[in-house]
């Protein structure tokens, strides 16, 4: 499989959600009940670590995952990065990369108070 690839572009010191909803090169919806989803946030070398993506199953049977950047991330991201989204298979263990992408934030200038 190769990965797709999907740009984003999230507000500096705001969460930032992406909804997911994982398919076959042929278009049918993978059963998530069997996989590990996991996704981070690298500088381009690989060097730098941003941050991981929490994973929120919306819908297992369906494929549909929530992947979050948290406020706390995306204030320390630089002007790009990159990410990238990997299924791991329960049972084999086979790893694949499933989607990719550059990150480039925007500035976001509402800086909320600490609660």
């Known amino acids: ?7 984003i572009r999230p507000q500096r010191r705001a969460d930032f959600q ?4 994982f398919k076959t090169s042929e278009g049918d919806v993978i059963d998530l009940a069997n996989y590990t989803v996991l996704a981070q946030v690298w500088d381009k070398c690989r060097t730098t670590k941003y941050g991981d993506f929490s994973v929120d199953t ?19 991201l630089p002007d790009e990065a990159y990410y990238d989204v990997m299924l791991i298979s329960e ?20 800086e909320p108070e600490e609660v």
């Not at 929530?66 to 991330?73: A, C, K, M, N």
């Not at 263990?93 to 925007?106: K, T």
């Open 91 to 110: 049972i084999d263990g086979l790893r694949q990369y499933y989607l990719e992408g550059i990150v480039r934030p925007s500035q976001g200038y509402t």
């Open 18 to 21: 992406l909804n997911l909803t």
């Open 1 to 7: 499989m190769n990965p797709g690839t999907y740009n």
């Open 58 to 76: 919306a819908d297992e049977e369906e494929g549909n995952v929530v992947l979050t950047l948290g406020y706390e991330i995306t204030e320390v």
